[in-house]
């Protein structure tokens, strides 16, 4: 058995957002296939609201042009308010609910909304629309098994695949739960609904599940971060903790600040460039730092998105003033934050990445060869694991000069193994402030920053 769905885009959708949700269904195998269709069609851009009988037609003539197969299930993704506000709709239900029997249209002709549902919940968008899809997939197949979905609609939901969500907050419980109730099950399993097909749409649905949890973003980020240089790795694991308000948009900035230094710092010692810090260094001055380094993969992107996300400007609006303002703020300056954060992310991946961020604590001479030991300082586990490395000849030679200092183990090409000091711009050392043995980060002068407890410090000369 083979399920096959053809997926239609209309013009004002980008390609891209459809071949998405095609990737989505492609992740679990089953009978299910979506495909996309080459090319888009275009409505009637008049009024904001789109008539259902304006899409059942347009559905209609597609299936026909198209030699689309009776078969086959056509869905059309569609991004303005539908008449009825649904999310998604059938043929059937266009029948009845406007009762125009006359138009050839059914069971396998869909329409998927694609109207911005980040307000109920942070399911992905191209696997919530996977989701609209399957609802109505499965509906027709449980049609044509003699069942009517009808039955087996809950309203108020359950957290069940057939809650209805008329109140649409509902989707984000049925999304979070992604679970068939025991009656629904007992009944689809009862009308012989393929069992390939409700594995592979219960697969989907757990793997949208997990996307929808409030607490995604830890449970995606944490394998990714916890491979990060300490500095970046503490400010990231904050952010993924902390719940929406004005402490995350506060960590948010942190973690921005975070990544500039870090990259000032790297960036400049791979150029050679001296790194001179003015006293007490704004957010401003770390972002400018980068121009010069310009020609280091990714920080020319990194200062782009720096700039165009405002970020400076909007840090300064809401710190600079005395009165904590309130979280609509960073909104009103149509400013994403955590969008800004991601690109940055992204374009100084190369940066990040750059070696393995180490503490070079001592080096022995064992059987005539170097062995190097310290601590990996990767991750935001104030527990740093040891390392331990061989070299082929005299420390010096490959830059484990000081012992005591941070900086980069760079592994070349060709075997070899240098060390890049990151000292003083980096230092392990006990904090004034909480006493104990911390990783510093330079903030000008004396002055430091311990990440970890985030408070700012002045070391003795
Ligand atoms: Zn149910
Ligand atoms: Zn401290």
């Known amino acids: 058995m083979t399920v096959t769905v ?56 597609y299936r026909e042009d198209a030699r689309v197969s009776e078969d086959e299930y056509l869905a059309l993704l569609i991004d303005r308010p539908n008449e009825m506000n649904w999310f998604a709709g059938s043929g059937v239900d266009f029948v009845d609910q406007c009762g ?20 109920i919940t942070p399911c992905p968008p191209p696997a919530l629309r996977l989701h609209f899809m399957l609802k109505k997939v499965i509906d027709a197949e ?43 099950l ?26 929808s949890l409030t607490i995604s973003s830890y449970l995606d980020r944490a394998p990714t971060f916890q491979a990060w240089p300490f500095p970046l790795a503490v400010t ?6 902390e719940a929406p308000g004005l402490r995350r948009m506060l960590y948010l900035l942190d ?19 001296q790194l001179q810090l003015e006293e007490r260094p704004s957010l401003g001055w770390w972002v400018e730092r980068l121009a ?6 990714g920080v020319k992107g990194a200062l782009r998105i720096a700039n165009e996300g405002k970020v400076v400007k909007l840090r300064n609006e809401l710190r600079g003033h005395g009165y904590v303002q309130h979280d609509e703020v960073y909104r009103e300056w149509g400013v994403d934050l955590d969008e800004v954060l991601s690109k940055m992310e992204d374009a100084l991946g190369d940066l990040i990445h750059r070696g393995e961020l180490v503490l070079f604590e001592n080096v ?6 170097y062995i190097v030991r310290g601590l990996r300082l990767t991750g935001s586990n104030l527990i740093h694991a040891p390392f331990e490395r061989a070299l082929p000849g005299p420390p010096t030679e490959h830059g484990f000069s000081t012992t005591g200092e941070i900086g980069l183990l760079l592994d070349g090409d060709d075997g070899s193994l240098t060390f890049e000091s990151l000292h003083p711009w980096l230092r392990r050392t006990r904090c004034p402030e909480c006493h104990h043995d911390r990783i510093l980060v330079a903030d000008g002068g004396d002055r430091y920053i311990d990440v970890f407890m985030g408070h700012r410090v002045e070391l003795d000369a």
């Open 142 to 184: 449980l049609r044509d098994r003699g069942l009517a979905p009808e039955q087996l609609r809950h309203d108020p939901g359950v957290g069940c695949f057939f809650d209805f969500c008329w109140d649409k907050a509902e989707l984000a419980t049925k999304l979070r739960s992604s679970d068939i109730c025991p009656p629904c």
């Open 236 to 241: 990231r694991h904050r952010i993924t903790v």
């Open 6 to 61: 053809r997926l239609l885009r209309l013009e004002s959708i980008p390609e891209a957002d459809a071949a998405r949700i095609v990737e989505w269904a492609a992740r679990q195998t089953g009978p299910l296939r979506v495909g996309l269709e080459p090319r888009p069609i275009s409505l009637d851009a008049s009024g904001t609201e789109l008539s259902w009988s304006a899409i059942f037609e347009a559905l209609v003539r």
């Open 364 to 369: 022995d001479l064992d059987g005539g060869r």
């Open 186 to 211: 007992r009944t689809i399993e009862a009308h012989g609904l393929d069992g390939a097909l409700l594995q592979q749409v219960v697969a989907i649905g757990e793997e949208t599940r997990r996307h």
């Open 292 to 297: 010069p380094l310009k020609r280091v993969p």
């Open 100 to 119: 125009e029997g006359s138009l050839l249209t059914h069971d396998r002709d869909l329409f998927i909304a694609t109207e911005d549902f980040s307000w």
């Open 255 to 273: 973690h921005f600040d975070s990544l500039v230094r870090y990259a000032v710092f790297v960036a400049s010692m791979q150029e050679g460039k």
